[in-house]
Protein backbone atom coordinates (compact mmCIF):
# COMPACT_ATOMS: atom_id res chain seq x y z
CA UNK A 1 0.00 0.00 0.00
CA UNK A 2 1.75 3.64 -1.03
CA UNK A 3 1.81 5.62 2.35
CA UNK A 4 3.74 7.81 4.01
CA UNK A 5 4.14 6.99 7.62
CA UNK A 6 5.43 9.37 10.58
CA UNK A 7 6.48 8.35 13.58
CA UNK A 8 5.68 9.11 16.36
CA UNK A 9 2.03 10.17 16.33
CA UNK A 10 2.04 12.05 19.20
CA UNK A 11 4.74 13.17 21.80
CA UNK A 12 4.51 15.72 24.51
CA UNK A 13 8.15 17.07 25.77
CA UNK A 14 9.81 19.73 27.61
CA UNK A 15 11.55 22.52 26.49
CA UNK A 16 15.23 22.27 24.98
CA UNK A 17 14.96 18.55 25.15
CA UNK A 18 16.00 17.52 21.44
CA UNK A 19 13.98 15.11 19.26
CA UNK A 20 13.28 13.63 15.68
CA UNK A 21 10.20 12.82 14.09
CA UNK A 22 10.84 10.40 11.64
CA UNK A 23 8.77 10.85 7.95
CA UNK A 24 9.04 7.76 5.44
CA UNK A 25 7.19 7.02 1.77
CA UNK A 26 7.30 4.13 -0.25
CA UNK A 27 6.03 5.62 -3.49
CA UNK A 28 9.48 6.28 -4.69
CA UNK A 29 8.75 10.10 -4.56
CA UNK A 30 11.69 12.53 -5.09
CA UNK A 31 9.61 15.32 -3.01
CA UNK A 32 9.02 15.60 0.44
CA UNK A 33 7.95 18.33 2.75
CA UNK A 34 7.04 19.19 6.03
CA UNK A 35 4.07 21.42 7.15
CA UNK A 36 2.63 22.59 10.84
CA UNK A 37 -1.18 22.73 11.49
CA UNK A 38 -1.85 25.67 13.69
CA UNK A 39 -5.46 26.68 14.69
CA UNK A 40 -6.80 29.73 12.47
CA UNK A 41 -3.45 29.82 10.75
CA UNK A 42 -4.13 26.54 8.31
CA UNK A 43 -0.95 24.55 6.78
CA UNK A 44 2.72 26.50 6.52
CA UNK A 45 5.56 25.10 4.61
CA UNK A 46 8.67 24.43 7.21
CA UNK A 47 10.96 22.52 4.95
CA UNK A 48 10.85 20.70 1.63
CA UNK A 49 13.27 18.77 -0.60
CA UNK A 50 13.36 18.00 -3.92
CA UNK A 51 15.44 15.06 -3.59
CA UNK A 52 17.64 13.27 -1.98
CA UNK A 53 20.78 15.73 -0.68
CA UNK A 54 18.59 18.55 -1.83
CA UNK A 55 16.63 20.80 0.71
CA UNK A 56 14.79 24.33 1.04
CA UNK A 57 13.29 26.38 3.46
CA UNK A 58 9.62 26.79 3.11
CA UNK A 59 7.80 29.78 5.17
CA UNK A 60 8.72 28.82 8.33
CA UNK A 61 11.94 27.29 9.10
CA UNK A 62 13.02 29.25 12.24
CA UNK A 63 13.65 26.39 14.94
CA UNK A 64 13.56 23.20 12.56
CA UNK A 65 16.52 21.11 10.50
CA UNK A 66 15.87 18.53 7.94
CA UNK A 67 17.90 16.00 6.09
CA UNK A 68 17.46 13.96 3.19
CA UNK A 69 20.13 11.12 3.20
CA UNK A 70 17.64 8.56 1.77
CA UNK A 71 15.07 9.29 -1.11
CA UNK A 72 12.51 7.17 1.32
CA UNK A 73 13.11 9.35 4.50
CA UNK A 74 12.62 13.02 5.48
CA UNK A 75 13.01 13.07 9.61
CA UNK A 76 11.86 17.30 11.15
CA UNK A 77 14.68 17.58 13.71
CA UNK A 78 14.19 19.96 16.66
CA UNK A 79 17.19 20.69 18.19
CA UNK A 80 15.79 22.90 21.29
CA UNK A 81 12.42 22.27 21.43
CA UNK A 82 10.34 25.63 22.65
CA UNK A 83 6.53 25.99 23.58
CA UNK A 84 5.67 28.00 20.49
CA UNK A 85 6.41 24.86 18.56
CA UNK A 86 4.09 22.80 20.09
CA UNK A 87 1.62 22.12 16.44
CA UNK A 88 0.37 19.36 14.33
CA UNK A 89 3.09 17.94 11.90
CA UNK A 90 2.38 16.70 8.56
CA UNK A 91 4.82 14.78 6.35
CA UNK A 92 3.97 15.04 2.69
CA UNK A 93 5.12 13.59 -0.32
CA UNK A 94 5.03 13.99 -4.08
CA UNK A 95 6.54 12.75 -7.24
CA UNK A 96 6.24 16.10 -9.18
CA UNK A 97 7.00 18.72 -6.44
CA UNK A 98 5.25 21.82 -5.22
CA UNK A 99 2.91 21.67 -8.42
CA UNK A 100 2.20 17.92 -7.84
CA UNK A 101 -0.39 15.99 -5.75
CA UNK A 102 0.83 15.80 -2.55
CA UNK A 103 0.13 12.51 -0.45
CA UNK A 104 0.08 13.51 3.55
CA UNK A 105 1.06 11.33 6.72
CA UNK A 106 -1.39 10.88 9.28
CA UNK A 107 0.31 13.71 11.28
CA UNK A 108 2.04 13.92 14.58
CA UNK A 109 1.17 16.10 17.11
CA UNK A 110 3.65 17.61 19.37
CA UNK A 111 3.30 19.37 22.77
CA UNK A 112 6.22 21.47 24.09
CA UNK A 113 6.08 22.32 28.20
CA UNK B 1 5.23 35.45 -3.26
CA UNK B 2 1.50 33.63 -3.84
CA UNK B 3 -1.17 33.65 -1.39
CA UNK B 4 -4.69 32.17 -0.61
CA UNK B 5 -7.87 33.40 1.12
CA UNK B 6 -10.62 31.19 2.27
CA UNK B 7 -13.17 33.54 3.82
CA UNK B 8 -15.24 31.29 4.88
CA UNK B 9 -14.08 30.20 8.76
CA UNK B 10 -17.10 27.70 9.02
CA UNK B 11 -20.37 27.03 7.53
CA UNK B 12 -23.13 25.30 7.74
CA UNK B 13 -25.18 23.28 5.56
CA UNK B 14 -27.93 20.72 5.92
CA UNK B 15 -27.99 17.42 4.50
CA UNK B 16 -29.02 17.53 1.05
CA UNK B 17 -28.05 20.84 -0.06
CA UNK B 18 -25.72 22.22 -2.38
CA UNK B 19 -22.84 23.60 -1.16
CA UNK B 20 -20.07 26.22 -2.19
CA UNK B 21 -17.16 26.45 -0.88
CA UNK B 22 -14.99 29.82 -1.66
CA UNK B 23 -11.23 30.05 -2.76
CA UNK B 24 -9.20 33.43 -3.56
CA UNK B 25 -5.44 33.35 -4.83
CA UNK B 26 -3.18 35.53 -5.83
CA UNK B 27 -0.20 34.82 -8.21
CA UNK B 28 1.65 36.38 -10.57
CA UNK B 29 1.76 33.42 -13.69
CA UNK B 30 -0.79 30.44 -14.40
CA UNK B 31 -1.33 29.12 -11.34
CA UNK B 32 -1.50 25.33 -10.34
CA UNK B 33 -4.66 25.08 -7.67
CA UNK B 34 -5.38 22.43 -5.29
CA UNK B 35 -8.79 21.31 -3.16
CA UNK B 36 -7.55 19.24 -0.31
CA UNK B 37 -9.87 17.70 2.82
CA UNK B 38 -8.92 16.92 6.50
CA UNK B 39 -11.57 14.32 7.92
CA UNK B 40 -10.84 14.63 11.58
CA UNK B 41 -8.00 13.17 13.09
CA UNK B 42 -6.80 12.06 9.46
CA UNK B 43 -4.31 13.92 7.26
CA UNK B 44 -5.13 15.65 4.16
CA UNK B 45 -6.66 14.03 0.80
CA UNK B 46 -6.58 15.50 -2.79
CA UNK B 47 -10.11 16.42 -3.76
CA UNK B 48 -9.07 17.64 -6.79
CA UNK B 49 -6.46 20.04 -9.12
CA UNK B 50 -6.23 22.08 -11.73
CA UNK B 51 -3.63 22.59 -13.85
CA UNK B 52 -4.65 23.63 -17.47
CA UNK B 53 -7.85 22.81 -19.77
CA UNK B 54 -10.90 22.80 -18.68
CA UNK B 55 -11.33 25.50 -16.19
CA UNK B 56 -14.34 22.96 -14.38
CA UNK B 57 -12.56 20.31 -12.75
CA UNK B 58 -13.87 17.02 -11.43
CA UNK B 59 -12.74 15.28 -8.14
CA UNK B 60 -13.63 12.62 -6.11
CA UNK B 61 -16.32 12.50 -3.88
CA UNK B 62 -18.53 14.21 -6.04
CA UNK B 63 -16.55 17.30 -5.76
CA UNK B 64 -16.30 19.93 -8.85
CA UNK B 65 -14.43 23.22 -9.05
CA UNK B 66 -14.47 26.14 -11.40
CA UNK B 67 -11.36 28.23 -12.40
CA UNK B 68 -12.10 31.75 -12.92
CA UNK B 69 -9.14 33.69 -13.77
CA UNK B 70 -10.73 37.02 -13.77
CA UNK B 71 -11.98 36.66 -10.35
CA UNK B 72 -8.64 35.06 -8.89
CA UNK B 73 -11.18 32.34 -7.75
CA UNK B 74 -11.37 28.02 -7.51
CA UNK B 75 -14.96 27.48 -5.37
CA UNK B 76 -15.65 24.08 -4.31
CA UNK B 77 -18.94 23.26 -4.78
CA UNK B 78 -20.89 20.04 -4.47
CA UNK B 79 -24.84 19.90 -5.74
CA UNK B 80 -25.91 17.51 -2.78
CA UNK B 81 -24.17 17.29 0.94
CA UNK B 82 -23.78 13.94 3.03
CA UNK B 83 -22.93 13.91 6.23
CA UNK B 84 -19.93 12.05 5.80
CA UNK B 85 -18.61 15.75 3.81
CA UNK B 86 -18.18 17.40 7.06
CA UNK B 87 -15.14 18.11 7.43
CA UNK B 88 -12.24 20.62 7.32
CA UNK B 89 -11.28 22.03 3.45
CA UNK B 90 -8.61 23.40 2.30
CA UNK B 91 -7.71 25.35 -1.14
CA UNK B 92 -4.02 25.58 -1.90
CA UNK B 93 -1.85 27.20 -4.97
CA UNK B 94 1.52 25.58 -6.22
CA UNK B 95 4.19 27.11 -8.07
CA UNK B 96 7.46 26.14 -9.71
CA UNK B 97 10.72 27.13 -7.62
CA UNK B 98 11.16 27.27 -4.28
CA UNK B 99 10.73 29.38 -0.51
CA UNK B 100 7.91 31.41 -0.52
CA UNK B 101 7.07 30.08 -4.27
CA UNK B 102 6.23 26.82 -3.28
CA UNK B 103 3.15 25.38 -2.04
CA UNK B 104 0.93 27.61 -0.22
CA UNK B 105 -2.50 26.82 2.12
CA UNK B 106 -5.62 28.84 2.62
CA UNK B 107 -6.58 28.82 6.41
CA UNK B 108 -9.36 26.41 6.08
CA UNK B 109 -13.23 26.33 6.31
CA UNK B 110 -14.65 23.93 8.77
CA UNK B 111 -17.53 22.64 6.75
CA UNK B 112 -20.68 21.16 9.47
CA UNK B 113 -23.08 19.58 8.33
CA UNK B 114 -26.70 19.58 9.89
CA UNK B 115 -29.29 16.67 9.79
Known amino acids: EAQVTQNPRYLITVTGKKLTVTCSQNMNHEYMSWYRQDPGLGLRQIYY???????DKGDVPEGYKVSRKEKRNFPLILESPSPNQTSLYFCASSSGGHTDTQYFGPGTRLTVL | AQSVTQPDIHITVSEGASLELRCNYSYGATPYLFWYVQSPGQGLQLLLK????DTLVQGIKGFEAEFKRSQSSFNLRKPSVHWSDAAEYFC????WGGGADGLTFGKGTHLIIQP
Open chain 1, 49 to 55: SMNVEVT
Open chain 2, 50 to 53: YFSG
Open chain 2, 92 to 95: AVGA
